[in-house]
C-alpha cells in the first residue's frame, strides 16, 4: 500500500543548510547527498514499516 510522505518545513530546511555544508567543500556531494536522502524519503511509501521497533 502506498503512502504520502510530506516533508516539513523543518526537514526541508535542514537538508538545505547540510547541502550548504557540505557544498562548502564539494558541489558534487552536497548533490549527492540530497539524491540520497530524497530517494530514502521516497522509499518511505512503500515501505513506511521499515526499520528497527522501538522498545
Do not use: C, H, N, P
Amino acid at each position: 500500500m502506498a503512502r504520502t510522505v510530506k516533508w516539513t518545513e523543518t526537514a526541508t530546511s535542514d537538508l538545505e543548510e547540510v547541502a550548504k555544508f557540505i557544498g562548502r567543500d564539494s558541489q558534487f556531494y552536497a548533490a549527492a547527498i540530497v539524491r540520497e536522502v530524497q530517494a530514502a524519503a521516497r522509499s518511505l511509501r512503500t515501505f513506511a514499516e521499515r526499520g528497527r521497533m522501538a522498545d
